[in-house]
Nanobody
Framework: QVQLVESGGGLVQAGGSLRLSCAAS????????MGWFRQAPGKEREFVAV????????YYLDSVKGRFTISRDNANYTVTLQMNSLKAEDTAVYYC???????????????WGQGTQVTVSS
């Protein structure tokens, strides 16, 4: 079956960096758009970044542009989210997701990981 497994979350001070990874299995990885979403307590799940099938196009939430970078390795079935200059408002559970089309809404994605906690202390 399809599995998406995130890793790399943790506690970091404001201004610091974290690198999230998502390992995929059970799906034709290069045929799937991959995205990162996040959900803070009491809030809706929010789009963060998405990358195209080949990795030649990516899109970001405005508030993370210039700070976060999404990338993928189709040979190793992984997608990463490099997060720099982290802010307290980036605190959330971060989810990896796979879908068939480039989109920014959760309902467009078919597969989800279990999430990894990112906590940024101010």
């Amino acid at each position: 079956q399809v599995q998406l497994v995130e890793s790399g979350g943790g506690l970091v001070q404001a201004g610091g960096s974290l690198r999230l990874s998502c390992a995929a299995s059970g799906l034709p990885f290069s045929s799937y758009v991959m995205g990162w979403f996040r959900q803070a307590p009491g809030k809706e799940r929010e789009f963060v970044a998405v990358i195209s099938w080949s990795g030649d196009a990516s899109y970001y939430l405005d508030s993370v542009k210039g700070r976060f970078t999404i990338s993928r390795d189709n040979a190793n079935y992984t997608v990463t989210l490099q997060m720099n200059s982290l802010k307290a408002e980036d605190t959330a559970v971060y989810y990896c997701a796979g879908g068939r089309t480039i989109a920014v809404v959760p309902r467009a994605f078919d597969y989800w990981g279990q999430g990894t906690q990112v906590t940024v202390s101010s």
